[in-house]
């Protein structure tokens, strides 16, 4: 059976495993961030559209204020947004503790039931969009949180191959340009949320022959065998695997030379601080926390008044707004082309050896320097040209957007795997996504100030921008602690604050 017997066929069910869950991350995890393309379709099917009222313009006629209409549609997204995060935590523990298998059975269920709500919907239900898109975003979240792991098959590349499950994740928001353009050549919303629904079995399918029924241990055990085709798979504990391997089987270059400094260098060989509370408390994820938090509130808000910026940038146009929404769907698709990048930045240092006495999570954390002030960056960039009230450089717009959403997801996943233990990974996901979630809830304070205004979003871009700044810390806070283990490495006689320095961030 392939997978159980030989490295042969062992490799072609890890190249199998990875491959589906691409695709599956691709084609449906990540769809409800496709919703400026979904508004379009929903306008047009008449939902909210009683929200609709007459009313007079600046130079006297009469036309349709609709911006009820659209202040509903921003708010399906904000909580389906938040769901899809703020879920995450209760996800995480439920991942941790009962496994691969049971969580993906869980967000099999999620994901059938709110793309059937979607297709069962219409205008006279308009109300059941705020079930079905937060029940398709936390079925969707579910999928991409179990496929993360499979990095774990494939060692050097291990944040590769997370960054590019995250970027596939941000690009399957083109599947709602795709049923924008087959609703524009005659394929009615149900027919498409319906097929959509058939597709989950293709989930299952991949539950119960490509994927664990716990979790992948990393690194991978040399007789690892899991799927049900194989008669003897291996059921792995990740914390009790953690436990036995210890600090001794860190990736092995150039630990041998410096024993006692590597394992006082360690984060992971000590039960007190490498504990769930300790991670949590740590200044390593307070700073992360609020480096995903602006970035993902900036998109947020951008995702969510995108059509209203639109219509109001191109004077109403229909055409000119469908065109740059398809512009936008189209460049979301390009998030699992971008992602690779920011993963081999973080793998780049795989294949050189180690420096005496650095251990293999040092070296990580030093190589994350570069991608977490990058992103920053790119999240600064995107939000000046958003602000920018000028159509044509909204396509610009677009690019750093899906660059920096790429970024930010893969490299927030990235970073948990390196600094924190692989046996809390879903937990500590989960509270950076549901403590990330609260924080995106000011959107809805944005949406309102921006109402406030007039419907011209200047002023809160500005304040947003400004927001972006404080990203910039948690790259500064990595290298600085880096450099300190450093100095404090080159003197012999201070390995025992060299390790004290390291725990302290715990």
């Known amino acids: 059976m392939m997978g159980c017997k030989g490295s042969s066929g062992t490799g072609v069910r890890y190249k199998l495993t990875l491959a589906t869950g691409l695709l599956e991350c691709l084609c449906f995890a990540g769809v409800v961030f496709g919703w400026a393309s979904l508004v379009f379709v929903l306008k047009t099917d008449g939902y909210f559209s009683d929200l609709c009222i007459n ?41 941790d503790h009962f496994g691969t298998m049971a969580t993906r059975f869980l967000a099999i269920f999620l994901y059938t039931t709110g793309t059937l709500i979607v297709a069962l919907s219409n205008k006279a239900l308009s109300i059941l969009l705020f079930p079905a898109l937060s029940i398709v975003a ?4 579910l999928f991409l949180m179990t496929n993360m792991q499979v990095g774990n098959l494939f060692g050097y590349h291990r944040s590769t191959i997370i960054t590019v499950y995250n970027g596939a994740f941000d690009s399957s928001s083109v599947i709602f340009l795709i049923i924008k353009v087959l609703y524009e050549r005659g394929v009615s919303l149900r027919s498409s949320f319906l097929f959509l629904s058939a597709c989950n079995l293709i989930h299952l399918l991949r539950t119960l022959f490509l994927m664990p029924k716990s979790h992948i241990p990393y690194p991978i055990p040399d007789d690892y065998k899991y799927g ?24 092995g270059r150039g630990v041998a030379d410096e024993p006692l400094e590597t394992d006082t260098l360690q984060l992971t060989d000590n039960s007190e601080q490498d504990s769930f509370r300790s991670c ?42 469908s065109d740059y929404t398809n512009a936008f769907a ?44 990058l992103t920053s960056l790119q999240c600064l960039l ?15 717009t677009f690019i750093l957007q899906v660059l920096n959403r790429s970024f930010l997801y893969g490299g927030n996943a990235a970073f948990i795997s390196i600094a924190f233990p692989a046996r ?23 949406f309102a100030l921006n109402k406030v205004l007039g419907g011209d979003p200047f002023c809160v871009n500005i304040i947003l921008t400004v927001l972006t700044l404080l990203a910039f810390i948690h ?17 012999p006689q201070s390995i025992l604050e060299a390790s004290i320095q390291e725990t302290s961030m715990y």
């Open 330 to 373: 189209f460049t979301q698709f390009c998030g699992v082309l971008c992602a690779p990048w920011n993963g081999l930045l973080m793998d780049r240092h795989k294949r050189k050896p180690l420096d005496p006495g650095v251990s293999e999570q040092e070296a990580d954390l030093r190589s994350s320097v570069l991608s977490l002030l």
């Open 280 to 321: 949590v408390l740590s200044w390593f994820f307070l700073w992360h926390l609020i480096w995903l938090s602006v970035m993902q509130l900036r998109h947020y808000f951008f995702i969510g008044t995108l059509n209203p910026m639109l219509n109001r940038l191109a004077n109403q146009d229909p055409d000119i707004v």
């Open 424 to 446: 809390h990974f879903g937990k500590l996901y989960g509270l950076a996504m549901s403590l990330s979630a609260v924080v995106s809830l000011l959107q809805y304070p944005c």
């Open 55 to 95: 009313a007079t313009d600046a130079s006297g006629e009469l036309g349709t204020d609709c911006s009820l209409q659209d202040e509903n549609f921003s708010l399906v997204f904000t909580v389906a947004s938040f769901m899809n995060n703020f879920l995450t935590l209760p996800n995480g523990f439920f991942y």
């Open 138 to 141: 936390v079925g969707g979240i």
């Open 475 to 491: 790259p500064v806070y990595v290298f600085l602690h880096c450099r300190e283990l450093a100095k404090q490495r080159e003197n």
């Open 228 to 251: 049900m085709s194989c008669a003897k798979s291996h059921s792995y504990n990740v914390e009790q695997y953690e436990a036995e391997r210890g600090p001794s089987s860190d990736r």
């Open 382 to 396: 995107f939000s000046i040209c958003a602000s920018i009230p000028f159509l044509p450089l909204q396509y610009v």
